[in-house]
């Protein structure tokens, strides 16, 4: 099976970098996406690793290591709409999801 | 051009009736997903429809079952619900099972 981990919460100021760290235990692994939630809304397609390195989009960067079972996504110069739950997924065979609990991003002014 | 759409938005039920979700898959899609996301937990993945055959499937109870049809539209159906069917369904959709999905706006169960 999959397990995940990420923090539950964290508080910036806008402007500021942020990191959010995911470490994952899997029996098959194709890759790894980050998704956006705000309160009341859908899930958001961020990015996808399914190579080691980093991906940019934006202000937005996703890293994965597989050799330490490990990716982040790093939000730079936060916005207060920055302001949501950000999950991490390991894609399996087939496409199957597995998500992690989500980290409750808060941006102060 | 679309993205992944879903109805209803909202919808409420009572125990042991039965319940229909509709979701269309973003253009150029052909793989759609389901998963339930209970409050302030990440999606659970019910089960994944390609080609009109249900390919992978999660810990869930034969009451959820679903449907592809021909040009790619997905249904969830729930028989006997529980009060713990009450969540948020989000349908999602993928070109040939890779790479991100792409959500619908879910909807909205309550079971009272």
């Known amino acids: 099976g999959q397990s995940l981990e990420q923090p539950s919460e964290v508080t910036a100021v806008e402007g500021a970098i942020v990191q959010i760290n995911c470490t994952y235990q899997?029996?098959?692994?194709?890759?790894l996406s980050w998704y956006q939630q705000h309160d009341g809304g859908a899930p958001t397609f961020l990015s996808y690793?399914?190579?080691?390195g980093l991906e940019e989009t934006g202000r937005f960067s996703s890293f994965l290591s597989r050799s330490d079972s490990y990716g982040y996504l790093l939000l730079q110069e936060l916005q207060m709409k920055d302001s949501a739950s950000y999950f991490c997924?390991?894609?399996?065979?087939?496409?199957?999801?597995?998500f992690g609990g989500g980290t409750r991003v808060l941006v102060k002014p | 051009d679309a993205g992944v759409t879903q109805s209803p938005t909202h919808l409420i039920k009572t125990r042991g009736q039965q319940v229909t979700l509709r979701c269309s898959p973003k253009?150029?899609?052909?793989?759609v997903s389901w998963y339930q996301q209970a409050l302030g937990q990440g999606p659970q993945f019910i089960f994944q429809?390609?080609?009109?055959?249900?390919?992978q499937r999660g810990n869930f109870p034969d009451r959820f079952s679903g449907h592809q049809y021909p040009n790619y539209s997905s249904e969830l159906n729930v028989n006997a619900l529980l009060l713990g069917d009450s969540a948020l369904y989000l349908c999602?959709?993928?070109?040939?099972?890779?790479?991100?999905?792409?959500f619908g706006p879910g909807t909205r169960l309550t079971v009272l």
């Open positions: 253009s150029g899609h052909d793989t």
């Open positions: 999602a959709s993928s070109p040939q099972s890779r790479g991100g999905l792409f």
């Open positions: 690793n399914g190579l080691d």
């Open positions: 899997t029996s098959g692994f194709y890759g």
């Open positions: 997924a390991v894609h399996a065979a087939g496409n199957k999801l597995t």
């Open positions: 429809y390609y080609e009109e055959e249900e390919r």
